[in-house]
């Protein structure tokens, strides 16, 4: 029996990173997955890959800043394959990158919208159809910028992601009675489109405990924890995927 065999996932940010590799895991392990980013395209080819293995995907093309947008994988999650019992909130976004009296309020706000707002929109279409099982499990991809350290440039960011555990704790008091879970993954540095340069990788790695960033499909696989069973009694929680990085600064 596979971890999610018979589980319906949302996942956002799912054309490229760790979204993919969420996506990529979470069907494997049985889920039905609805998958929801912007580039059509990409998502397309995710979509096509995980059937080409036998799994259950489909595509949701839009901007998590958007309400409609997780209204519309709600419903798709429902009318194709019958509800909703996870929701994997990854969908990120660095934004300027410069000292804080230099960001303009449209910067500001933008960062907050992609990395805090959605999660929150996210949240608030998905635990109805949550609700309607009795039971679902949230997840949104945090940081360890915001968390464990600050960096040079990164403050709506890192304000963004502190943000999100608050959100967490806030759903977890609120629902975890009736059976909702809510967890936050703060991933260390990871070989994304957002890491950067080869230059940037490299001093990213030295953050670390272990000498290196993780590859998605590592932070996936933390994921996939949180979305299982095997955390059933695991809410309101951060749980480090970051290689040491919280824990050590050498």
């Known amino acids: 029996m596979k971890l999610l065999d018979g589980k319906i996932a949302i996942i956002t940010g799912a054309s490229s990173g760790i979204g993919k590799a969420a996506a990529t895991l979470f069907a494997a392990n049985g889920a039905s997955a609805v998958l929801v980013a912007r580039r059509q395209d990409q998502l397309d080819l995710v979509v096509a890959q ?9 595509a949701v093309v839009g901007d998590v800043t958007d309400e409609r947008t ?3 994988a709600v419903a798709a999650a429902k009318a194709t394959f019958g509800g909703l019992h996870i929701a994997f909130n990854n969908a990120g976004l660095v934004g300027a990158m410069k000292p804080l009296a230099e ?9 907050l919208a992609v990395n805090l707002t959605a999660a929150f929109l996210g949240a608030r279409a998905q635990i109805p159809a949550m609700l309607e099982h009795g039971a679902g499990a949230l997840i949104f991809t945090g940081s360890f910028v915001g968390n464990s ?24 008091a609120d629902y975890g009675a009736i059976g909702i879970r809510a967890n936050a993954l703060l991933p260390g540095g990871t070989a994304t489109d957002m890491a950067g ?5 490299e001093w990213a790695a030295g953050l670390h405990a272990m000498k290196r960033i993780a590859q998605p499909e590592e932070i996936a696989q933390a994921a ?3 979305a299982s069973d095997m955390s059933s009694f695991v809410t309101g929680s951060a749980l480090w995927a970051d290689g040491g990085n919280a824990a050590v600064k050498l």
């Open 50 to 58: 995980i059937q080409e293995r036998g799994g259950r995907a489909l």
């Open 70 to 72: 997780h209204h519309e």
């Open 103 to 111: 960001i303009e309020p449209r910067e500001w706000s933008d960062v």
């Open 149 to 172: 350290v600050g960096l040079p440039g990164m403050g709506p960011y890192a304000a963004a992601k502190a943000g999100l555990l608050g959100l967490v704790r806030g759903i977890a």
């Open 197 to 201: 340069d080869t230059a940037q990788r």
């Open 224 to 226: 996939l924890f949180l």
